[in-house]
């Protein structure tokens, strides 16, 4: 990656959604570990030592992933990039010059690899985009997808974890002693704040994960439900192209070694990002 490249990507974390991610973290983690766990069981003792360890390291994980993120070009169309129309008879090459053309974009007037989408934020094609997150300035694609999934699963993890203290330290306060109606809304509001985000996160993982399973990103979802019916209007059965099944799937996203799943920068499984295995390839 040259050093131009790098500073763009530095340059991303320098937006008001990447600062307002800051703040919030900071918030919730100083929350989290210096008032309610504090209040609830006490940074001194045994258990909330240990606690305050487990959710520093989550909360570490979160952050980490976050910035590999954002600052990771999701890939880059190459330049040089030309579809590759094999020799075959002349009606079967009219019919490869047209699906050629429908790769063509109308904004960059280059030629796109299959799964690549054009990107009107980043005005540019992005390599297997799923899409582009406001959250880390950038587009989520085909050298991001691993660490912004693996985002998610920390950020879910790590609010969870806030949510459980919170209400643990609610549940076991003396109200009766130090209940002032400001303190309590305060409780109120920070439960249901981290409640909100880990159900919310929690939805995201979810759907992210059904779509590794499905080796899909989220515009080819919405492709394939317009195929899928299409395909039943015809009396056909449609099947996503690159759905190689399910272990396939999952290695081609998070990589073949299950020990390094969790680590966002464990992608050196990627390949180039221009073509991938189809179904047809096992046939």
């Known amino acids: 990656m040259s050093s131009k490249t790098k500073s763009l990507n530095l340059k991303r974390l320098l937006s008001l959604p990447i600062l307002s991610v800051f ?9 989290t570990v210096f008032i309610f766990l504090e209040d609830w069981l ?9 606690n305050t360890l487990i959710f520093s390291v989550l909360a570490s994980f ?11 070009d999701p890939g880059r169309v190459p330049s040089e990039y ?16 047209n699906d050629v053309q429908l790769r063509r974009c109308d904004k960059c007037s280059a030629f796109k690899p299959p799964r690549a989408h054009h990107c009107r934020v980043c005005k540019r094609c992005v390599l297997r985009m799923d ?7 950038n587009c989520v694609g085909h050298r991001n997808y691993k660490s912004y999934v693996i985002l998610v699963f920390y950020s879910t993890v790590t609010n969870i974890h806030s949510s459980v203290i919170i209400v643990c330290s609610a549940v076991l306060k003396d109200w009766a002693f130090n209940g002032t109606i400001s303190l309590k809304i305060f409780y109120i509001c920070s439960a249901v704040m981290t409640m909100g985000f880990s159900f919310t ?3 995201l993982l979810g ?3 059904y779509l590794i399973t499905r080796n899909k990103t989220t515009i080819e979802y919405y492709e394939s439900v317009r195929a899928e019916w299409l395909a039943r209007k ?4 449609y099947h996503h192209p690159f759905d190689v099944g399910l272990y396939k799937n999952i290695t081609l996203i998070l990589g073949p070694n299950m020990l390094k799943w969790l680590f966002p920068t464990a992608v050196s499984h990627l390949k180039d990002g221009i073509q991938f295995p189809t179904v047809r390839d096992s046939l």
């Open 131 to 137: 899409h582009h997150c406001l959250w880390i300035n």
């Open 207 to 209: 759907w992210h994960l």
């Open 82 to 97: 030309v579809p590759d129309i094999e020799h075959s008879d002349a009606s079967d090459q009219e019919s490869k010059k």
């Open 62 to 72: 979160s952050l980490f992933s976050f910035l590999v993120c954002a600052t990771t």
């Open 234 to 237: 015809s009396g056909q059965s």
């Open 201 to 203: 996160l929690g939805t």
């Open 23 to 31: 703040v919030l973290v900071g918030f919730i983690y100083y929350t």
């Open 42 to 50: 006490g940074l001194h003792s045994s258990s909330g030592s240990l």
